[in-house]
């Protein structure tokens, strides 16, 4: 199938923008369809980008943003519900709206990001709420042709994950870490771009769900410890006990920025990483170590190598 456009819904974050310059590093047009201007502005350097500031949840707006594309990508996710955003909007009542509106535009591909681990009967509503997103693409059969993808956690420079972390081992002597030994199995967010770009056109993708995952699973007490030698911090990580955990969460899910909900450590309750190998997509995923050392020990010119390599394919 031959790509020239793509409408990114929910463009405007940390995986879309990656996936945006990888979109347009093909020569593709790309839309970015974003409810916030200001989010999007550093991706206007891309030289086949545009922006439509819109609500997708808006049926008449989510069909102008997707007028004269050829492919459309969701990426919009939620972690804790806000304000008119629920895991049911967010996750199963949009796909069900963009499915409705790619055929009414005619168009002809729809890649959907689902989550690791999603089932109808898994422990959290947000595990369960993407399942249920999975559910609705699926019933759009061939019209669009769809791929889901179900990534672990993603990390990459910018990322809210091993910043986090980061920022916490700066901040603290002593971090006191809830779910400490849940598993986790990273993966880069070039190479999930990377993925979501390259099953564009792909036809062997067509009706796929695909599993991603990088090269090594870790326990959620090692990536914390491996961001506080990376960064040159000697901290006590201390591993709370199930009803401590849960305090912690009741307690930070109160404030802004939802550091960590209860639904969140029920979600860590189910390990999140692959089954089997990664799928061949051409390339093998890049490691932890390889990538991440470089942006959370400086943020120097170095730590764009990594990218610099990815791109030159080297």
Known sequence: MEIGSVCIIGGSGFVGGVI????AARGLRVRIVTRSEPRARRLLVLPTLEIMLADPNDEK???RCLDDMDAAINLVGILAPSGRSTFESAHARLPRKIVHACRAAGVRRLLHMSALAASPSGPSEYLRSKAQGEAEVRAAGDAPAWTIFRPSVIFGEGDRFLNLFAMLVRLFPVVPLAAAQAKFQPIWVEDVARAFVGALGDPRAFGQAYDLCGPRVYTLEELVRFVAVTIGKKRAIVGLPPALANLQALVLERLPGHLITRDNLRSMSVP????????????????LEAVASSYLAGGDSRARYPRYRHFAGR
């Not at 945006?20 to 979109?23: I, L, M, P, S, T």
């Not at 999140?272 to 490691?287: A, H």
């Open 20 to 23: 945006a310059e990888h979109a």
């Open 61 to 63: 707006a989510l069909a």
């Open 272 to 287: 999140n990483v692959c089954g089997g190998t990664f799928p061949d997509f051409g390339f093998e995923p890049s490691t």
